[in-house]
């Protein structure tokens, strides 16, 4: 069973532009969402992440904003740049627990 | 260089054979994690320590494999009588143990079963 769902799959975007990924979770016992981008060959590397007693979170040009209601969280990335060219996963876990990925979206910005 | 390292970074083997990957987590870090990615895919968990206890296994993990970390610091997976269905990249992390520590990863072993 899949508790953290994640699309679209991949995603185009041109320099300058704006990347927007969704995660939704099942699983109300997770109070941890992290984000990580992966550069073929490599290990995930962490991003950011928010607890779901706040809505937005941001670090330079990336933001998670946060629906507990919803069971949805989202990662921007703003003024996209070709070296953001990577895989990204969200991924959820219960304190700090075993992590769960969703399936990942490959995002290619091109110049 | 105080990051989570693995080695081998690749291992080739035939059906049949045994391997085992090393992973040294950064130091101080109580809590060391593996996960198996396939491709296309999310790293999927596998099993856990806190310090030399481990703590969860996954329902995915077979008894052809075991972890180890025997005294708090690295630790060692070992698959014995690989199969095809075995090749992955096998990831290693580790944290604080935390909430908000974060769980930091290795740059994995890719392993192909022939």
């Known amino acids: 069973q899949q508790q953290v769902k994640q699309s679209p799959q991949s995603l185009i975007v041109q320099k300058g532009g704006i990347s927007i990924i969704n995660c939704a979770y099942e699983?109300?016992?997770?109070?941890?969402f992290p984000w990580y981008q992966q550069f073929p060959g490599k290990g995930p590397a962490l991003l950011i992440a928010?607890?779901?007693?706040?809505s937005e979170k941001k670090e330079g040009r990336f933001t998670i904003s946060f629906n507990k209601s919803a069971k949805q969280f989202s990662l921007h990335i703003m003024d996209s740049q070709p070296g953001d060219s990577a895989t990204y996963f969200c991924?959820?876990?219960?304190?700090?627990?075993?992590?769960?990925f969703g399936t990942g979206t490959r995002l290619q910005v091109f110049p | 260089d105080t990051g989570v390292s693995q080695d081998p970074r690749h291992k080739i083997t035939k059906r049949g054979q045994n391997v085992t990957f090393r992973c040294d987590p950064i130091?101080?870090?109580?809590?060391l994690y593996w996960y198996r990615q396939t491709l296309g895919q999310g790293p999927e968990f596998l099993t856990y320590?806190?310090?030399?206890?481990?703590?969860?296994k996954s329902r995915l993990l077979s008894d052809r494999f075991s972890a180890e970390r025997p005294k708090g610091s690295f630790s060692t997976l070992e698959i014995q009588r690989t199969e095809q269905g075995d090749s992955a990249m096998y990831l290693c992390?580790?944290?604080?143990?935390?909430?908000?520590?974060?769980?930091?990863f290795g740059p994995g072993t890719r392993l192909t079963v022939l």
């Open positions: 320590f806190q310090n030399e206890a481990q703590l969860e």
């Open positions: 130091s101080e870090h109580n809590r």
């Open positions: 928010i607890r779901p007693d706040v």
């Open positions: 991924a959820a876990s219960r304190y700090t627990d075993k992590l769960i």
């Open positions: 699983n109300t016992a997770f109070d941890y």
């Open positions: 992390a580790s944290s604080l143990g935390a909430l908000e520590a974060g769980q930091f």
